[in-house]
């Protein structure tokens, strides 16, 4: 069983940065993939990044401007955003599954999920 907590949300102009952040409780947090996903009102959750031990990936849409980073010793993991833009608004949630190698994208392939944290990028 895996606790998830985000925070670091909150109101950013476009073109400014935040870095989120997903503490997590429960044993063997390194035996975790951990992801992280979106979700704008009246749109599907959408994948935005994951790390497992082989490394990480991207949705295309944040390449070279959101990097996802962990820390087993403190059981966390980050998203590092830079070069906001209006359409990254959403809330943004931490979701792990159990997992060394496998590279997820879809919500259904995790089983442990955040309660969220809002991101609003004015223009």
């Known amino acids: 069983q895996v606790q998830l907590v985000e925070s670091g949300g909150g109101l950013v102009q476009a073109g400014g940065s935040l870095r989120l952040s997903c503490a997590a409780s429960g044993r063997t947090f390194n035996s975790y993939t951990m992801g992280w996903f979106r979700q704008a009102p009246g749109k599907e959750r959408e994948f935005v990044a994951g790390?497992?031990?082989?490394?990480?990936y991207y949705v295309d849409s944040v390449k070279g401007r959101f990097t996802i980073s962990r820390d087993n010793a403190k059981e966390t993991v980050y998203l590092q955003m830079i070069g906001l833009k209006s359409e990254d608004t959403a809330v943004y949630y931490c979701?792990?599954?159990?997992?060394?190698?496998?590279?997820?994208?879809?919500?259904?392939?995790?089983?442990?999920w955040g309660q969220g944290t809002q991101v609003t990028v004015s223009s």
């Open positions: 979701a792990a599954v159990m997992s060394l190698y496998s590279a997820p994208r879809a919500a259904r392939e995790y089983d442990y």
């Open positions: 790390i497992n031990w082989s490394g990480t």
